[in-house]
């Protein structure tokens, strides 16, 4: 089955304890991105990697790491982790599609992972 | 960068009614649009999208429009159903389709 995993789900973890957040995808998407979610804030990218070593920054990447080593795989790590990184965190992969393709550029969407900093 | 505001953030419609998601954007570089729903307690999924080089699509009950001069584009879904309940997300990105920027969500409600 076609998809993108990401674990944990859940996490509560302490202020300043690392952790990484791991996302891969079967569909050997070249392109992989995660999010972050906020009520009243919508989806906030953080980074996101157009292929193997090339990754780039999204519109929020203070206090995150990425890293690119698998095409399948693209770990979010937090290296010191803030209560303002209390969120929903979603992993996304997706490919370029011809022009005469229902969508062009779909990206597809793990569950999420719901963390809490304290 | 680029900056995409959505209006409404709440909707609320008779069920069979049409419901209308206003998107504007900031960066006329972007060149693609799309648009995703998301269920409660669940992951966004892609509803329909365009193309900076396309004007309109539709797909069934929904369609999408674009106005590059005034950048700005739509969502309309029409005969709404209950099951069109959701928070629908506008999206605009650029520089390969990678770079990605939500609006902040439309939360819909079909009443029945």
């Known amino acids: 089955e076609a998809q993108v995993t990401q674990n944990p789900r859940y996490l509560i973890t302490v202020t300043g304890k690392k952790l990484t957040v791991t996302c891969s995808q079967n569909?050997?998407?070249?392109?992989m991105s995660w999010y972050r979610q906020d009520p009243g804030l919508g989806l906030r990218q953080i980074y996101y990697s157009m292929n193997v070593e090339v990754t780039d920054k999204g519109d929020v990447p203070e206090g995150y790491k990425v890293s690119r080593k698998e095409k399948r795989n693209f770990p979010l790590i937090l290296e010191s982790p803030s209560p303002n990184q209390t969120s929903l965190y979603f992993c996304?992969?997706?490919?370029?599609?011809?022009?005469?393709?229902?969508?062009?550029?779909?990206?597809?969407f793990g569950p999420g992972t719901r963390l809490t900093v304290l | 960068g680029e900056n995409v505001e959505q209006h409404p953030s709440t909707l609320s419609v008779q069920e069979g009614d049409s419901a209308v998601i206003k998107c504007t954007y900031s960066d006329s570089a972007s060149n693609y649009f799309p648009w995703y729903k998301q269920e409660l307690g669940k992951r966004p999924q892609l509803i329909i999208d365009i193309r900076s080089n396309v004007g309109e699509k539709k797909d069934q009950r929904i369609a999408v429009t674009l106005n590059k001069t005034a950048k700005h584009f739509s969502l309309h879904i029409t005969e709404t159903q209950p099951e069109d309940s959701a928070v629908y997300f506008c999206?605009?990105?650029?520089?390969?389709?990678?770079?990605?920027?939500f609006g902040t969500g439309t939360k819909l409600q079909v009443i029945p």
């Open positions: 996304a992969s997706s490919f370029q599609r011809s022009q005469l393709a229902r969508s062009y550029n779909e990206q597809f």
């Open positions: 569909m050997n998407h070249e392109y």
């Open positions: 999206a605009a990105s650029f520089r390969g389709y990678q770079k990605v920027t």
